[in-house]
């Protein structure tokens, strides 16, 4: 059983940075998602166990990077030039075998998530 650990997460002015990590990442894929108040959740990111990222969602790309210390099995996300609409819960989620990578519901592993506040 697969049990992701999200951290990282806190309070940030725009312009600022923060970097988040999921522990216990397996030898999966993994995607970060998040989900803002009243929203549907959303892809961020995702990564390939041979460290190859794959396309970023449109929102955060050439600002946010994920990464990888498979002997740690940890997963990275940096974000940086945070925007008060990156303010959400971020989750890691890790897949066994996937079509598309930006779909939610192909991913077979959750974490719990962790708050992002991004202030004005």
């Known amino acids: 059983q697969v049990q992701l650990l999200e951290s990282g997460g806190g309070l940030v002015q725009a312009g600022g940075s923060l970097r988040l990590s999921c522990a216990d990442s397996?030898?999966?894929?993994v995607g970060w998602f998040r989900q803002a108040p009243g929203k549907e959740r959303e892809f961020v990111a995702a990564?390939?166990?041979?460290?190859?990222?794959?396309p970023y969602g449109d929102s955060v790309k050439d600002r946010f990077t994920i990464s990888r210390d498979n002997a740690k099995y940890t997963v990275y996300l940096q974000m940086n030039s945070l925007k008060p609409e990156d303010t959400a819960i971020y989750y890691c989620a890790a897949s066994q075998r996937i079509t598309n990578y930006k779909d939610p519901s192909e991913y077979d592993y959750w974490g719990q998530g962790t708050q992002v506040t991004v202030s004005s």
């Open positions: 397996g030898r999966y894929l």
């Open positions: 990564i390939r166990w041979s460290g190859g990222s794959l």
